[in-house]
């Protein structure tokens, strides 16, 4: 089989998530930075690995990396990279960059000369002058931080958070790959009980079920590479077919949703019944402050509004209010909440927080709360 290398990119903070996740399908000996985890693999991972990702944002072949500090280095040592293993002769190639701390500044200029190089190995390589591009599509990333560049092939296309459930997203929807990240970085487990009191989308209990029934998150859509003949279409189907495969039966799962809009609640409904998750969590239409919780112990994931386009301040305090008097005599519950409000450890009424971490949902700041057991 051959070998190739592999770089993993993340949300900022998530590195430590996804190389966990890395080394659950068999993956070590990793290079992390920030946002990116490179290593060795075999060409039959890619498909695996897009299918079966929850937290990380995209697989990425890498084609070279090398030193250029002007334009005649750039085109030289691109066109030098093995393009011609993996783009078709009809290939739609188009080329994103980015350039940090460089010599080469314009990443225009720097995306042009990439492309003219790529199709100058492509001329030799199938000893044609022009090419109608209408084939498959390959979307090659030229990076450039402090004049070390790296060129890589995008597997995945669309973000791998997008996993094909969702209708509704409320106003500032989670990501689902963030939210996957949630549960992973949290004490849940399939056995335990878990609610969100203002679910929203109803993202988060989702991404837990389908972690509980061991449902890969990549098993109902397309990836770019799938297009290409360089990865045989039997690597998708063995990667499909083997996820399903370990797919844990539906019913054992106690994990339930609340909203105060009812038009949420039934997007939630509709968001678990495509994700195959619809009889394993249970929404209703509840206002926060009328929650009861007769469970002694259990466990609450949220990502509360937090005024970002949604609330004021006193609507804030009325569900913070809320919250602190349901979960009063409740020390054995644990809570993690995800928001962009930096005031919520003074108004959440569990002393504390154990732990904090900055995480980002989209371009948002975050703080991770997390408060175990009292």
């Known amino acids: 089989m051959k070998k190739i290398k592999l770089i993993v990119t993340t949300t900022f903070g998530l590195e430590a998530v ?33 299918i079966g990702l929850r937290t990380a944002d995209r697989v990425l072949i890498k084609i070279g990396e090398f030193k250029a500090a002007d334009f005649d280095a750039l085109f030289d040592q691109t066109k030098a990279c093995p393009w011609n293993d993996w783009i078709t002769e009809n290939g739609k190639i188009t080329v994103i960059g980015k350039s940090v701390k460089s010599v080469l500044k314009s990443v225009r200029a720097n995306q042009s000369i990439v492309k003219k190089a790529i199709i100058k190995k492509m001329q030799a390589t199938f000893n044609k002058e022009r090419f ?146 619809g009889e394993d969590v249970i929404f209703k239409h509840q206002d926060i402050k009328d929650l009861e919780i007769v469970h002694e112990n259990g466990m609450v994931i949220s990502n509360p509004p937090y ?34 409000d930096k005031k919520f450890p003074n108004c959440f009424k569990r002393g504390k927080p154990g732990k904090v971490r900055k995480l980002y949902n989209g371009t948002i700041e975050t703080n991770y709360y997390q408060y175990r057991k009292k």
């Open 18 to 50: 996804v190389k966990k996740e890395l080394i659950v399908f068999g993956f070590d000996q990793f290079i992390v930075s920030d946002g990116k985890i490179e290593f060795d693999s075999d060409i039959n991972d890619i498909p695996k690995l897009n």
């Open 132 to 277: 109608s591009e209408d084939g498959p599509e390959f979307v090659v990333q030229i990076s450039i931080l402090k004049d070390i560049v790296q060129l890589t092939l995008d597997t995945s296309g669309a973000g791998l958070h997008k996993r094909g459930y969702r209708v509704d997203t409320g106003d500032v929807p989670i990501k689902e790959n963030l939210a996957a990240a949630l549960v992973l970085l949290s004490s849940w487990h399939k056995n335990k009980l878990l609610i969100d009191p203002t679910c929203g989308s109803g993202t988060i209990l989702i991404e837990a079920a389908m972690i509980g029934r061991n449902i890969a998150p990549g098993l109902k859509r397309h990836f770019m590479a799938e297009d290409w003949p360089a990865i045989d279409n039997k690597f998708w189907r063995e990667g499909r077919d083997s996820a399903l495969k370990a797919v844990h039966p539906s019913g054992n799962l106690r994990i339930f949703g609340y909203d105060i809009d009812q038009k949420r609640i039934t997007g939630c409904q509709i968001n678990a019944k495509n994700a195959g998750v």
């Open 307 to 340: 005024g970002v386009k949604m609330l004021r301040e006193k609507d804030l305090a009325y569900i913070y209010d809320a919250m602190n008097a349901i979960f009063k005599n409740k020390p054995e519950w644990e809570f993690y909440i995800i928001t962009a």
